[in-house]
């Protein structure tokens, strides 16, 4: 089975810290991806990556960074946090083919405090 | 431009009664759609997918899904429902041109009741 681990389930951080979210995957999947999920907004993408340092901004990527040094390993970065990155972050993994679905971690919820 | 809607926000049903979650979407070229559940505080887990082939397609914990090419609608199924069954539900569908995108609809909460 695909497993795809996050670092912390739960993390309570303070306004204006850097906070890293860390995300493995052992499938050896090209793509990566990091969402979050807030009531009532469904799951709103990131960033993704198809490739180790590749990147692309997803939807709300305002606020924050990723980097992909590994094939394996996808971090998701706030440079600064604020208290409205409040929230659960899922992070993804799926193969490049089209016929396949993507698999998740357990979340980590994040509040900003 | 490609999409998914769930129209419906929660679904109510009797233990022991069917279930149907609804998902229509829309997308250019083949559509692969797939269905996830999410227990509470847990992330996305997949149950079933649609690629080609047969339209009643078979998943996991004893779902299935319906695929209406003319209707463009992929339900969701169950034939008698569990309490366990209870959670929220995911229709998704992956870009048949950018393969790197997936489209999630907004989730629908399913309560069945004892």
């Known amino acids: 089975d695909v497993k795809v681990t996050q670092s912390s389930r739960y993390l309570v951080k303070r306004t204006g810290e850097k906070v890293f979210l860390e995300c493995v995957q052992d499938m050896d999947h090209e793509n990566m991806f990091w969402y979050r999920q807030d009531p009532g907004l469904g799951l709103r993408l990131i960033y993704f990556s198809y490739d180790v340092k590749m990147k692309e901004k997803g939807d709300i990527p305002e606020g924050y960074s990723v980097s992909r040094e590994k094939k394996e390993r996808f971090s998701l970065i706030l440079e600064s946090a604020s208290t409205n990155q409040t929230s659960m972050y899922l992070c993804?993994?799926?193969?490049?083919?089209?016929?396949?679905?993507?698999?998740f971690g357990d979340g980590t919820r994040l509040s900003i405090l | 431009a490609q999409s998914v809607a769930q129209p419906e926000d929660q679904v109510n049903v009797a233990e022991g009664n069917p279930l149907t979650v609804k998902c229509t979407y829309s997308?250019?070229?083949?559509?692969?759609l797939f269905w996830y559940v999410q227990y509470p505080n847990r992330g996305l887990q997949f149950l079933l997918k649609?690629?080609?082939?047969?339209?009643l397609v078979k998943g996991s914990y004893g779902f299935e899904a319906e695929f209406n090419k003319s209707q463009t609608s992929f339900h969701l199924k169950k034939p008698s429902a569990l309490v366990s069954d209870s959670a929220l539900y995911f229709c998704?569908?992956?870009?048949?041109?950018?393969?790197?995108?997936?489209?999630f609809g907004s989730g629908t909460k399913l309560n069945v009741k004892p």
């Open positions: 993804a993994s799926s193969p490049r083919q089209e016929n396949q679905p993507q698999h």
């Open positions: 997308v250019s070229g083949n559509p692969y």
């Open positions: 998704a569908v992956r870009d048949g041109a950018n393969f790197n995108k997936f489209y």
């Open positions: 649609y690629i080609t082939g047969d339209n």
